[in-house]
Structures are given as C-alpha cells and as structure tokens.
C-alpha cells in the first residue's frame, strides 16, 4: 500500500513538472490571451443569450474588443421603455455576430454609428447576438416589442450562416405552409446541445480563474472550441440541394413571420443583406450569392423593403481599405463605416428617415 501511495504521489508530481514546463513554454514562446469574454448563458427560449451587466474581453489574432452588455444582455447603453420627447423614432436592429460585432468597439458597429450621425433625434439600438440564426432573432424581437417599442426593426440577414443556423437551432419547422415552434431539447437542436456543454464547463470549480492565468488552459480551450464548432456546424462549400431546399422553406417562413410580428405591432420593417467578404470577390461566392437572390425575390415579391449594400461595398473594397478582417472574416471599422453610410441613404430615400 505504501509503495502504491508512493508511485501514485510520483505520477502526480510528474504531470504537475511537465504541466509547469508547458506552462512556461507557452508564456515565453506562445503567449495565449487571457483576457475573459462574456460567457453565453442558457436561455429556455432562445437556447442562449448574452448575461445582463456583463464585462469582457474578446481577444483574437487580429483585434481585441471590449464586450460590456446592458440589464438585457444587449451590447449597448440603457434605453428607457419609452423614447423620450425629442427622439424622433426608435430603431432596433437585430442580427448576428456581423452586427453585434466581433471585432469592434461597441461606438463603432454601424447601428450606434447610424445612431451618432443622426444627431440624438432617433435612437438605434443594437439588439444583435452573436450566432443567432433568424429564428433566435424574431423570438428576441417578439420579446423586445414590449420593452422598447420600436418604431422601426432592422433584420440583418447574412446569408453565408444563417440558413444553416436555422436548420441547426431547431427551434422551428417548416410544415406545409405553416410555420411550427418546436419544444427545445438537446436531443433536437445541435445548438443547444452545444451551448449546455459550453454552459456546463463554465461552470466547473476552478475553470474561470484557470482561464485569467493560464496561457496553457487558454490554447487548450481555444483549440478544443473551434474544433468542437467546426465539427458540429461548419458546413463544406458544397451545396447540398435537399438540405438548401430545406434551409431556405424554413428561413422564408421566418423572413415572414418577423415582418408579420413587425406589422402587427405599427413597425416598419427593413430587411439588410450582409454581403460575406467572399461576395466582394470579382468571382463572388456561387452559395451565398445564390442564398442572396433568393431572399431579394422574397422581398420583391411580398413587398419587404430590402437593402443589398453589395455594390457599394464592391466599389469600396476596390482600394487598399480593409471591410473585412482577412482571417476573421468579421467587418472591419471601415466596413461597418461603408454599411452604416449606406442603411443611413437607404433609411432616408424610404421616408423613414429626414
């Protein structure tokens, strides 16, 4: 037994030398960031959301961008329920991670940029979450209407995940020519399946302190995620017609389903295409830009104001400026400059703004 004690204390003090020679080997020669992002939280309804009053860091290659969340979980300010006397509307804008937006100072997303440009008479609230699908979107705004009243909704679509995102969410179904909420379990929704194990390891004792301080626990975590990710909703870039077909009947019925929750309640709706960095590319990218058509002919043929800021985009990336960051993928400063311009023109010719 006492042998046994002894091996057994040999093997630990082992794995704890080599975890230490890692450790000093990653912070002298492959530093890891350690600054903390704000965690998704488990929501009943939305599968997830983003905690209220939360603070953190998104550090990437790339950028490194400060995430600080409101009472709702929203990367934005407060905003009273009612718009005060001297706003003249209130805009919402929901959307996904392009929106929300990964690589960027809150101030400088294009809804809070269309906000400053127009000079405090209209507010423009950026009620994105990153990986929301469609579905997620029109469930936060059918809970957004209540609080904050908008005048006017803003559905960014970006068409390089969001069909696959409201297949892998299963929040809905397509039946017929009718659009059926689904009970969320983990059994039929990979995303929630996903998000409860990410929940899950959160939550273990010693595991947000290890990721402050450990360049070791940071590169096994980064790497483990993304592979994770990748393995259970990156897609290859080969269309698959059975599950496009699938995708789209689905994501058309929520398109309509938004606008019919935006009508109901006296809300403008506006739908904006988000042009992936591939779409920008003299040859364009066959599936995105296939998945873009099919939403403009929905919006041409039910009379759903679209804006497609693609051509506009086109022209500006010709230059040496950057829209995109060329690993992310994520818009660049400069790229929600261009949009937030163009949804400002856009806005204007319509009549929904002076």
């Not at 398109?255 to 920008?280: D, F, M, T, V």
């Not at 818009?331 to 949009?339: E, K, M, P």
């Amino acid at each position: 037994m006492k042998r046994m004690t002894l091996n057994a204390a040999a093997v630990l003090i082992s794995v704890c030398m080599i975890l230490a020679l890692l450790e000093a080997g990653f912070r002298m020669f492959a530093p890891q960031p350690v600054k903390v992002s704000v965690p998704a939280i488990l929501d009943p309804e939305l599968i997830y959301r983003l905690p209220p009053n939360a603070n953190g860091t998104d550090v990437k290659e790339e950028f490194t961008v400060r995430i600080k969340t409101n009472s709702l979980g929203l990367r934005d300010r407060e905003y009273s329920p009612r718009k005060q006397a001297a706003v003249h509307a209130r805009i919402l804008v929901l959307g996904d991670s392009m929106t929300f937006a990964e690589g960027v100072e809150a101030e400088e997303t294009y809804p809070k940029l269309l906000e400053q440009w127009l000079g405090g008479e209209y507010e423009v609230i950026n009620a994105a979450v990153r990986g929301y699908g469609t579905d997620q979107e029109i469930l936060l705004f059918q809970q957004l209407i209540p609080i904050y009243h908008p005048d006017v909704v803003v559905l960014s679509f970006f068409a390089r995940n969001d069909f696959d995102d409201n297949l892998y969410g299963h929040l809905f179904e397509a039946q017929d020519d009718r659009l059926v909420r689904l009970p969320l379990t983990e059994e039929s929704s990979p995303k929630f399946r996903y998000y409860r194990r990410q929940s899950f390891i959160q939550t273990l004792p010693g595991y947000q302190t290890a990721i402050q301080y450990s360049h070791l626990m940071n590169f096994a975590r980064t790497r483990w995620a993304r592979w994770e990710f990748t393995r259970k909703f990156e897609t290859a870039r080969k269309l698959d017609p059975a599950k496009e077909d699938r995708a789209w009947r689905l994501t058309r019925m929520l398109i309509l389903k938004w606008r019919e929750n935006a009508q109901h309640n006296g809300i403008c709706p506006y739908l904006l295409l988000i042009p992936s960095s591939e779409q920008l590319d003299r040859n364009g990218d066959a599936i995105d830009d296939a998945r873009f058509e099919r939403v403009l002919a929905l919006a041409h043929e039910t009379g759903i104001p679209v804006i497609d800021p693609r051509s506009i985009m086109r022209e500006a990336s010709r230059g040496s400026t950057l829209l995109y960051y060329p690993k992310d993928r994520h818009l660049t400063t400069q790229g929600h400059r261009v949009v937030a311009a163009y949804l400002q023109k856009s806005l204007a010719a319509s009549g929904a703004l002076p």
